[in-house]
């Protein structure tokens, strides 16, 4: 087992009605406050209007800032730094799915960053030089991205057709509020992709050719059967309390470290597919589960096919006594389950073509080979996206 650190500071307020808490914990943390949030979602459900009453009750001073889009962008993160210098706002309140939550991220480190925050710290990770960040909270709105617990913030430049990921402590947001029933007006198509990224976060953790971490690769392989029982029910059921409140907190211990702690990962699939959702802004769950079978097919060889065969008979059930066809079940498994959520499984079908799959596959290896299971340069990763065609 390697040697990790494991710091949940987030505080989370889960179930029904816990946003009655949010006036305290702003208060712990700051005076005034932006208020971001998507498109239309939290009018639609009520929770706009539920938020608001709070603060005005609680005499907290907001700014708003709406319409933060799925895969957010630079130029938001722009406009809500500036509104907070502006108005001295001193808190930062995201309401909304893993866009919104990731966009206060950014807001939250460009207010104080005195360099270039996109070259800087999304393009060339220079971490260590962010100093001081506004304290962010959420109330979480569809389960997914684990962003509501983690230290991560994923943000697209839509000048440069580039999207990259920032992880740093300071971005853990205070606290969380996850409360399932605002995730029942959440649509099928957006509840299965959010099951595809959860799952997703899983696999890219699970799957090392190294024997480390035991307990980790078990626990990740319960977190796997939860979203693989609970999905379907979903989305026939969308207001099944039991079935959103389980994909929920799986989406947060998904990717909160506990299912990482002393193992090494892999975290190819993920840098595919941000190329993907960078030049044609797709759903990065849909991304993923498009890859992902064909990247195990690919990356499969004789070193690592033991964890895949774990991962089929642990998950799936298989009984294949021979660790590769157990392998070739598990992927085939987990093809047919992203299709029965109604996902479209080809690259083609959600507008990708031939056109620019060397491109995107140089892009993702810009800076290094990537992958665990097996160390990919561009010629590997193009030959996964015309698998994916
Ligand atoms: O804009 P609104 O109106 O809110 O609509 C959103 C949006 O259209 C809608 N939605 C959210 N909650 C809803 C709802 N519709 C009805 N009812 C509700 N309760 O769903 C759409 C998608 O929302 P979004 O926030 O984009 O989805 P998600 O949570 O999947 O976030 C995706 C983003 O997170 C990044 C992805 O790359 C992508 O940019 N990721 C962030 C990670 C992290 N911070 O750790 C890790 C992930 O791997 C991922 O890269
Ligand atoms: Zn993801």
Redesign the pocket.
């Known amino acids: 087992m390697n040697n990790f650190i494991y710091d949940l500071s987030t505080k989370i307020y889960f179930g029904k009605g816990q946003i009655e808490n949010l006036p305290t914990e702003i208060k712990k943390h700051g005076t005034k406050v932006l208020f971001l ?6 009018k ?2 009520g929770l706009y209007d539920e938020a608001i009453k709070l603060l005005n009750k609680n005499n907290i001073e907001f700014v708003e800032l709406a319409g ?5 962008r630079l130029s938001t993160v722009k406009e809500g730094s500036r509104l907070c210098r502006e108005n001295n706002l001193d808190f930062i309140l995201a309401i ?7 966009c206060a ?1 950014a807001i939250a480190v460009d207010v104080f960053y005195e360099g270039d925050t996109w070259n800087d710290l999304y393009k060339f990770g220079k971490v260590d030089t962010i100093k001081k960040v506004l304290p962010v909270g959420s109330i979480l ?2 389960a ?4 509501e617990m ?1 230290r ?3 943000i ?1 430049n839509e000048e440069t057709e580039e ?1 990259y ?1 920032l992880g740093c402590d300071l971005l853990k947001p205070k606290f969380s509020i996850l409360d399932p029933t ?6 099928k198509n ?1 509840t299965a ?2 099951c595809a ?1 959860i799952l ?2 899983l696999f890219e953790q699970y799957f090392n050719p190294i024997k480390k971490g035991f307990v980790s690769a078990r626990i990740g392989e319960a977190i796997m059967k939860t979203v693989i029982e609970y999905a379907r029910i979903a989305l026939k059921e969308p207001d099944n309390y039991e079935a959103r409140a389980n994909l929920m907190w799986a989406g947060t211990v998904a ?1 909160n470290g506990t299912a990482s702690a002393g193992k090494p990962g892999d975290w190819s699939v ?1 840098g595919m597919e ?1 190329e993907l ?1 960078a030049k044609y802004d797709i ?3 849909v991304g993923l589960a498009i890859l992902t079978p064909r990247w195990m097919e690919y990356v499969m060889n004789d070193e690592n096919v033991y964890r895949l065969a774990d991962y089929a008979r642990n998950v799936w059930g298989s009984r294949e006594e021979d660790d590769k066809a157990a392998a070739k079940e598990g992927i085939a498994k987990t093809k047919d389950f992203f299709l029965s959520l109604g996902i479209p499984m080809t690259l083609k079908e959600v507008g990708i073509n031939e056109d620019r799959l060397a491109e995107m596959a140089k892009k993702a290896t810009e800076f290094y080979k990537i992958g665990a299971m097996k160390n990919m340069d561009w010629q590997d990763v193009y030959n996964i996206y015309k698998m994916s065609l």
């Open positions: 949030y998507g498109k239309n979602s939290i639609k459900i933060v889009d799925p895969n957010p909304g799915g893993g866009s919104t939550i990731d991220k709105t569809l997914a991205t684990g962003s983690n991560n913030t994923v697209s999207k990921g605002y995730t029942f007006s959440v649509p957006q992709a959010g990224d997703s976060h990717l993920h941000h959702s759903t990065h769950g």
